[in-house]
């Protein structure tokens, strides 16, 4: 049924021309990981810290969850069970690991999804935060990378965290000395995902000529960069509570200065300094250090340093 799902919406995909496949193609870059990360960083440092924190809880929890399915399941991409399946373009480069759940479908939800969750936002705002949901999870399914039950049980498994997270946040705004217990408990299942995915043994099927067809440590790779981030969110967030204690509550100038210095080091971050630790430590352990340092720059590192700019120049 899914490949056939798939194979229909291939040939109207080839037969309608490409001004819907180009929009789906935008709805699908939205739920990209380097996307909806630094969506939520311009939400923490500018526009509101609380809500910025509470998605990238969120996010962070639907990561270790993605990842601990994808290497529980272990189901091939579409293309590889069935090889009539033709994905659109170059969208096989960004459909990293196994193919359930989609991770672009529970980034959506997180972000998206995770907001339209707030009654504090406006009623027509949380309706097409909600669309986006729905449309970042079709146009997996429309590109050809995805199956419907892979973005069905995306999107509801993200959902369902995003709601737990809420409720965790609104808990711990009651209890706020707890947030060491949330920042232990987290960086534990981290650490047992990581060792799962690590110690676990993978499905290995060869092609006619006697070639693996899915090399299963190269597919837990997604599931390290979750635990990276994960962890790095935890560990920077408790940090920055304690230690820091940044504001959004500033002028738009500074908003739009930080947005600017923030993504510029964001991006050399990324760039170079994660591509340099992967380049001297591969494997496993360099994929996890390279997202735990993304995550800690945008949680811990980039906030620590505003502040004491702010602070130097509001005192000169």
């Known amino acids: 049924m899914d490949m056939d799902i798939l194979l229909f919406l291939q040939e109207f995909r080839n037969g309608a021309g490409g001004i819907l496949t180009d929009f789906l193609s ?7 990981l380097n996307s909806v990360l630094v ?7 500018c526009i509101s810290k609380e809500a910025g ?5 969120g996010w962070s929890g639907n990561r270790l969850v993605n990842g601990a399915l994808k290497v529980t399941v272990c189901a091939y991409r579409p293309w590889i069970r069935d090889a009539r ?3 659109y373009g170059n969208s096989i480069s960004t459909a990293t690991g196994y193919s359930f759940p989609s991770g672009h479908t529970m980034n959506g939800a997180t972000v998206f999804g995770g907001s339209a969750m707030r009654k504090e936002l406006p009623k027509k705002l949380r309706v097409v935060l909600g669309i986006i949901v729905a449309l970042i999870a079709f146009s997996r399914i429309f590109l050809g990378v995805h199956t419907p039950q892979d973005v069905l049980v995306g999107a509801g498994a993200g959902l369902l965290v995003m709601y737990l997270t809420l ?4 808990w711990l705004a009651v209890h706020p000395e707890k947030d060491w217990l949330v920042a232990c408990v987290g960086i534990g299942l981290g650490i047992a995902v990581a060792l799962y995915a690590a110690l676990k043994a993978y499905p290995a099927d060869y092609d006619a000529e006697g070639k693996l067809i899915v090399d299963g440590a190269k597919m837990a790779n997604d599931t390290f960069k979750g635990v990276g981030y994960c962890v790095a969110f935890l560990v920077g967030w408790m940090m920055e509570r304690r230690f820091v204690g940044f504001s959004t509550e500033i002028s738009l100038k500074q908003k739009l200065t930080r ?7 964001y991006y050399v971050v990324s760039l170079i300094l994660s591509s340099l630790i992967k380049t001297w430590m591969p494997g496993p352990a360099g994929t996890t250090l ?18 004491l700019v702010e602070q130097r120049d509001k005192a000169s």
Not at 53 to 57: F, N, R, V
Not at 167 to 170: D, M, V
Not at 259 to 265: K, Q, R
Request: aromatic letters at 22%.
């Open 85 to 87: 399946i033709l994905p």
């Open 39 to 45: 969506m939520m960083a311009v939400i923490y440092w």
């Open 26 to 32: 935008k709805m699908t870059f939205l739920g990209e």
């Open 259 to 265: 947005a600017v210095i923030g993504l510029f080091g």
């Open 290 to 307: 390279s997202c735990f340092v993304q995550m800690f720059y945008v949680v811990f590192l980039f906030p620590w340093g505003s502040k």
């Open 167 to 170: 409720r965790l946040t609104r």
């Open 53 to 57: 924190a509470y998605l990238m809880m």
